[in-house]
């Protein structure tokens, strides 16, 4: 069966830079980021002092009774018990996609339409389930907290809530989660098994979700947020944690013009590789990335020359940013067609497994808008980075063809690659 072509035709964003498409698109011309100054790591204990905090959502209690969300969203209180506070992102930004997609309830819910998710759960409520089990006995704990607090809360309770019938998953892949559930979803569609496939990214943005990375000395130690998270520049020290939630609706041709909708982009297709280097660090050239990326450019039937724009994986940390230059400088060996390269994270800070669908809706705007984000904070660029491409400010031109990469823990790699549609 010949392969079907897979559009995006639908965002939902709740992120540290804005909570919908105007906000972001904003963001992304102007590099405005959306790292603060974090009351609850401004303590003696914590190395740490600044996230990129999602803004106008009250999520930060252990209950839920105390959340709060926009005005414009309505989450049903039965359904509100069961989520962690990154699930409250999620069903805002799910309500946005549907919104902005145009997608009939009737498919909505049906046996076409699938949803991927990918999140890693919610630390906090875990450790108070876990502490009150402990301290008053396993029949005080909440029935719901194993459904809000572990890695497959978000396709659990979005599954049920919006009424899902065709295919769903959890993805845990750490930092490339939502790549793998974006290139799984494409692969639905172009094989002819969905129409249609919802890909969810989502990640509490508080002190148990950001912090523990600290032992690991991957943050930033940074006091000023303007300067924390800054990929690609020779004195960067780390990434910025945040959280939020992003939604991609991904369809197929005959389902989006059966029924009017309009195309951010097209999903070309995707690679994946790994590492077999090391449990936390990328291994030092980039040897999976480069395998993922050479792969997505053979599934899509796109040379590398023809590639404009690379969104980054680029995290901001001294070992990760020249291991993925060195697999962009191996795999664009073309001096002359070298792709303009930047990272959004300088932004928005590093969403974990939200990074990757967050990523890619970036492209996506970026395509429709008209303009490629620039790598914001860099004051000295690494000389690993010489020779290529490092676009320091926001070009007014769209890519006609982007590539968006994403790493994770035990170096599972991906690449995406997309392209732009005529309007």
Known sequence: MASRRVFITGLGLITSIGNDKA??????????????????????ESPVRVLATVKDFEVDSLDFEDWRAPARYRIRREALRSLAPHGVYAWCAMQQCIE?????????????????????GSPALLH???????????????????VASIAGTLNFNLVAGFKILGASC??????????????FAYDEIALGRQDRMFVVGGEDCNRESCLPFAAMRALSVQTD????????????????????AVVALLESEESMRARGATAYCEFLGWGQGSDGHSVAMSHPDGAGLRVA??????????????????????????IGDVSELRAIRAVFSDSAARPRVSSTKALTGHGLSLASVMEAAFCALAMREGFTPGSAHIRRL?????????????LNEGPRIAMSNSSGFGGANVSLVFRSVDR
């Open 170 to 183: 959890g993805f845990s892949s750490a930092c490339a989660s939502s790549g793998h559930a974006l290139g």
């Open 128 to 146: 108070q389930s876990m502490d009150r089990m402990n301290r008053s006995g396993v029949m005080r704990c909440s029935p719901t907290g194993i």
């Open 100 to 120: 902005d997609s145009g997608l009939a309830e009737t498919l909505m819910s049906h046996e076409r339409t699938g949803l991927y998710a990918a999140s890693g």
């Open 293 to 318: 990326m050479r792969r997505a450019l053979a599934a899509a039937g796109v040379d590398a020359s023809e590639v404009d724009y690379i969104n980054a994986h680029a995290t901001s940390t001294p």
């Open 382 to 394: 690494d000389p690993a980075a010489e020779g290529l491409a490092i676009l320091r400010e926001t």
């Open 23 to 44: 906000a972001v698109v904003e963001s992304l011309r102007e590099l405005r980021h959306g790292i603060v100054a974090y009351p609850p790591f401004n303590v003696a």
């Open 225 to 244: 947020p303007a300067v924390a998270s800054r990929p690609f520049d020779a004195d960067r020290d780390g990434f910025v944690g945040t959280g939020g």
